[in-house]
């Protein structure tokens, strides 16, 4: 008999085809919704595996229900949605896609810190518009990226793929990060900041860390106040790492200039968010993996990292201590 996977969305074709082969398949097949909480609950009892997505809550509540599953497997490199702990108490595998999409978010970071430096969102809406009359010379002008200094917060795989990008542009690399990374300061030019010091004085802060009850809020109103007036904020993390109560009140008193956001604390970002008025703030609807190329080897990865849990070897990338 083969093995029993619940998948809670329809996932890319290629990777649906190698899982059909293996396992039995359970599958929540809305393409652009979430599998109800109820689908879930109903189901979770009898797979031995689970393919999920990072908009699926998979809590202790839902893993107590299981009883025969052995590994849990998200096609995202986050694995904030999933409680690594409870799976680990039942000895559950919890495996995710790193690697893949690194290069692809560190384009969209880059892109981030490119739009909101030279407003490029705001200058077509104002030729869209009809409001452009003529060159004049300080029409539509932003922050200068080349030579800037660049802050990262989290220097993991994408952060050093963005110090990579950031020397082609002459910037200066601070970074912070739980512990100092010498050998890849000496590779790629930057150096070890404290948080204050980093906020203080880059020009861009791109945030990139893991979203843990460690770095939950680290960025509020106290740490946006030691940014400078011409900075720019961008996040392409997760959402509640930033206070977007405070990183509003900061961006509408100009206390910094700009913010790029690829993530929010509720997805999707109801449309009548403050944050939505603001015109200095580039908004994106969690895009950072979105290549056609990345998000099918993500959806590979994941079913692999399903079939060789479920065959009894170990995956490539779990993530259980
Ligand atoms: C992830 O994988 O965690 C990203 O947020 C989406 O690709």
């Excluded at 189901?43 to 107590?64: M, Q």
């Excluded at 052995?70 to 495996?95: E, P, Y």
């Excluded at 892109?111 to 010379?137: C, D, H, Y």
């Excluded at 011409?230 to 990183?247: C, F, H, K, P, Q």
Aim: with cysteine; hydrophobic share 45%.
């Amino acid at each position: 008999m083969k093995p029993i996977v619940l998948i809670t969305r329809k996932v890319p074709e290629i990777a649906r085809a190698l899982l059909q082969e293996a396992f039995e398949l359970i599958e929540w097949m809305e393409e652009e919704e979430p599998a109800p909480r109820s689908f879930l609950e109903k189901w979770i009892g009898e797979v031995d595996g689970l393919y999920c997505l990072l908009t699926d809550k998979i809590d202790e509540s839902l893993i107590a229900r299981s009883n025969r599953l052995k590994v849990i497997s998200t096609m995202a490199v986050g694995f904030n949605h999933i409680d690594v702990a409870a799976a680990s108490k039942r000895g559950i595998l919890v495996t995710h896609t790193p690697e893949v999409l690194t290069e692809t978010t560190a384009d969209l970071a880059f892109a981030l810190i490119l739009a909101t430096a030279r407003r490029l969102v705001e200058a077509s809406v104002f030729l869209r518009e009809g409001q452009w009359k003529t060159w004049s010379p300080m029409l539509m002008t932003g922050q200068e990226v080349y030579g800037a200094t660049l802050g990262i917060i989290g220097m993991g795989r994408i952060g050093e793929a963005v110090a990579r990008r950031a020397s082609g542009f002459d910037m200066k690399i601070l970074y912070h990060n739980r512990n100092q990374k010498p050998e890849a300061e000496m590779r790629l030019g930057m150096a070890y900041a404290g948080l204050e010091e980093l906020l203080q004085a880059s020009d861009f802060v791109v945030v990139l860390a893991p979203y843990t009850q460690e770095t939950a809020d680290m960025i509020r109103k106290e740490q946006l106040q030691l940014m400078k007036p011409s900075a720019i904020l961008i996040n392409v993390a997760r959402g509640g790492i930033v206070n977007e109560t405070d990183l509003y009140d900061a961006l509408q008193k100009g206390t910094i200039w700009a913010a790029g956001l690829d993530v929010f604390d509720t997805e999707p970002v109801p449309l009548d968010h403050p944050l939505l008025t603001l015109t200095n703030v580039v908004t994106l609807p969690h895009i950072g993996s979105a290549s056609i190329q990345t998000r099918m080897q993500m959806a590979l990865i994941a079913a692999q990292n399903l079939m060789k849990g479920l065959a009894g070897e170990r995956p490539n990338f779990v993530v259980n201590p």
